[in-house]
């Protein structure tokens, strides 16, 4: 679409190869291919609960460093790039790369804390838009405890990068 900016790193043959997480778009460029494609951005909560699967501990394949390097992609395996989907093995809904690899947008804004958050699910959106949306599942670039189900990060909604994005 000549409309749309070209995602950054786009022409990056590092980041921009077949099967590969989407990296360099900002959360409106993921939003708006969502809803293209027929899907929302999933929630926080909704993020979450397929990442853990199930599970309760610090991955869905166990607490330790081991057990991430098994499902994900981060600094210690990743050899300084960012790697297909589906290398890994998968979690028990049969969801790959939830745990590093890319950092991806949902839908919430961001707020310091789960106090007044929705209870069912439902992303959690201020009736003015906040300044920063979430997002979840660690990058191919970061440590062992930015992977963790639990983890969440901010980032301002035009914000671009190349461990920001979708799959």
């Known amino acids: 679409n000549p409309n749309v900016e070209e ?9 921009n190869q077949p099967r590969q997480p989407v990296v ?18 999933p929630s926080e909560a909704e993020w979450e ?15 330790t460093e081991d057990d991430l390097g098994r499902a994900g992609w981060y600094e210690k395996n990743s050899n300084g790039k960012l790697h297909p989907v589906g290398e890994k093995a998968p979690n028990a809904f049969g969801l790959y790369d939830m745990h ?8 919430d804004d961001w707020h310091d804390n789960y106090k007044k958050a929705p209870n069912d699910g439902r992303a959690w959106v201020n009736k003015r838009r906040g300044a920063d949306r979430v997002v979840r599942g660690g990058g191919w670039d970061g440590g062992a405890l930015d992977c ?3 983890i969440r990060g901010f980032f301002a909604p035009d914000g671009r990068g190349f461990v920001l994005g979708f799959r």
């Not at 778009?25 to 291919?33: G, L, M, S």
């Not at 609960?49 to 607490?63: E, I, L």
């Not at 590093?100 to 839908?107: D, K, Q, R, Y």
């Open 100 to 107: 590093g690899n890319v950092w991806e947008w949902v839908e």
């Open 24 to 41: 360099g778009v900002n959360w409106e460029d993921a939003r708006r291919y969502a809803e293209w494609a027929g899907l929302r951005l």
């Open 148 to 150: 963790r189900s639990a």
């Open 49 to 63: 609960y397929a990442c853990r699967s199930g599970t309760r501990t610090r991955y869905n394949t166990g607490d």
């Open 7 to 15: 995602p950054e790193y786009w022409a990056d043959r590092r980041f």
